[in-house]
């Protein structure tokens, strides 16, 4: 029999129950058996506006759809999922983004850190004014951006896998009242259309940036964030394009572009040790040796890719940052590896096996940074360590384009690898230092090129000046010489 009430599952029924006791006085129903049935008029649902979920799992939003007149959904959850066991991380799934999606009257919505998320979609949210998306570790799909024309505000970084929004530029041009936008990095790209191939922008974009808010982050291992203005990634943006036309070959396959960019960071990037006792931020000395060293840059910028381009020096992750910026310029997609350094020992990574009843016993220090390359066969690179044999004498960069069983030799990787399965794609050691040689050959091309188009510019200038502006450059010679000799010949008299 219809009764007109709409039954909630159970997770997201309690939570109205409680909701509507606090607004109306209200009384569950129950059904037969003297159970709550968490079963609800259309009006009262109408009554719920916001919602809150702390540390949610899968299925506790499950029905949110059903409310009508939802405005404001907040998911979060606290700590960092890459060391944790499936078990034990709290977190939506899918299906509840799903149930969100349809959500249709929405104007806030905000997702934090929710590990077993792939996508949001906001298609249907018209009336969306708020977005946040943060630290959700397999996020890899936004979809609908360029369809909301009412956005204010859009946060969304520390998306590990989140390297590209397809719409993103769209979405900001077209949002005339957007006055906030707190980005990734690696979303820079996407936000001003950056073409890769003909390295075209769109330059209305950067000139509606000096109207807004804006911030660029990135977010470490740790959680926190590296914070830089809008005016420092455009200077870290056009460094980088400036290292991939000197180390990269512009028609290279993607294997000789990793290992170009490596090369890169191993001669030209040092490790900050003066850094580790500034609170990872960058230091240079005072010329007065009474006073302490002075800091510049980011907070905590050591372990960013900032650092890295603008000041040569960096710690552990800023290396793996850097080298994700350039793949994500050359197209190349890639993802920060969280591990532990030393031999494999715990097999975080590859012990699936009684995953239930097994717990791992973490170290209290040694957590480090890689990355792995998502379209080389996920392959995994150390440029830290790298780039340290490399300074040493050492060239053959050892730790370049390794499989899971050849890093976990000397690194312990995370949760987060146990769907990578490479072992047998081991690249040969002599191919890397066939592409090393490749990339030698093409940089003193550059240098040779460079040095031709400057001895022609300067020949162009002298002798294939048009006759005219001869004549003109030694008129104004003349009369320069002349004002001269007055201004001489007055000081001359003053003096007597």
């Known amino acids: 029999m219809d009764t007109g009430l709409i039954k909630l599952p159970m997770s997201l029924g309690l939570k109205i129950n409680e909701i509507l006791k606090e607004k109306m006085q209200f009384i569950p129903r129950k059904n037969k058996m003297g159970l709550l049935s968490c079963e609800f008029t259309i009006d009262e649902l109408a009554l719920i506006d916001k919602l809150s979920f702390d540390n949610p799992v899968q299925g506790d939003i499950e029905g949110v759809q059903l409310l009508p007149n939802l405005k404001s959904l907040i998911i979060k959850s606290v700590g960092n999922t890459a060391y944790k066991q499936d078990k034990f991380v709290a977190s939506i799934s899918d299906k509840d983004g799903s149930c969100i999606a349809k959500c249709k009257n929405l104007e806030y919505l905000d997702i934090e850190n929710q590990a077993k998320l792939s996508f949001i979609d906001v298609s249907q949210m018209k009336q969306l004014h708020f977005l946040s998306a943060k630290r959700n570790a397999v996020l890899e799909e936004i979809f609908g951006l360029d369809s909301l024309e009412e956005l204010w505000q859009l946060d969304c970084f520390g998306n590990e896998s989140l390297t590209q929004i397809e719409g993103l530029n769209t979405a900001i041009m077209q949002n005339e009242e957007l006055t906030d936008l707190n980005l990734d990095v690696l979303l820079f790209p996407d936000a001003i259309a950056y073409d890769s191939k003909t390295g075209k922008f769109n330059e209305a974009t950067t000139k509606k940036f000096d109207e807004i808010n804006i911030s660029w982050h990135e977010i470490l291992s740790n959680g926190k964030s590296i914070k830089i203005n809008n005016y420092q990634m455009m200077n870290m943006h056009k460094t980088a394009i400036t290292v991939l036309e000197d180390y990269v070959p512009k028609q290279c396959d993607n294997r000789t572009a990793v290992i170009g960019i490596e090369q890169y960071l191993a001669e030209n990037i040092k490790y900050d040790y003066e850094s580790l006792n500034k609170g990872h931020s960058h230091s240079y000395s005072s010329k007065n040796d009474r006073l302490p060293s002075i800091t ?201």
Not at 431 to 454: G, L, N, V
């Open 296 to 496: 510049t840059g980011p907070i905590a910028g050591a372990n960013g890719a900032y650092n890295a381009f603008i000041y040569n020096t960096c710690v552990c992750e800023g290396y793996t940052r850097a080298m994700q910026y350039l793949l994500r310029l050359k197209g190349i997609k890639s993802h920060n590896v969280h591990c532990i350094a030393g031999e494999d020992t715990l097999h975080m990574s590859t012990d699936k096996g009684n995953d239930i009843y097994k717990t791992f016993d973490l170290p209290d220090d040694g957590y480090h940074s890689i990355i792995s390359i998502d379209d080389v066969d996920c392959l995994y690179d150390d440029p830290c360590w790298n780039a340290g044999r490399y300074q040493r004498g050492d060239k053959t960069m050892p730790w370049t384009l390794l499989t899971k069983e050849e890093i976990s030799k000397d690194h312990t990787l995370s949760f987060n690898e146990r769907n990578i399965d490479n072992n047998t794609l081991k690249v040969p050691r002599n191919i890397i230092q066939t592409a090393m040689q490749r990339i030698a050959r093409y940089r003193e091309e550059r240098k040779r090129d460079r040095s031709k188009f400057s001895e022609e510019e300067i020949g162009k200038a002298t002798i294939n000046t048009p006759t005219v502006d001869k004549e003109n450059a030694e008129k104004r010679q003349k009369r320069d010489e002349n004002q001269m000799i007055q201004e001489g010949q007055k000081n001359v008299n003053e003096l007597e």
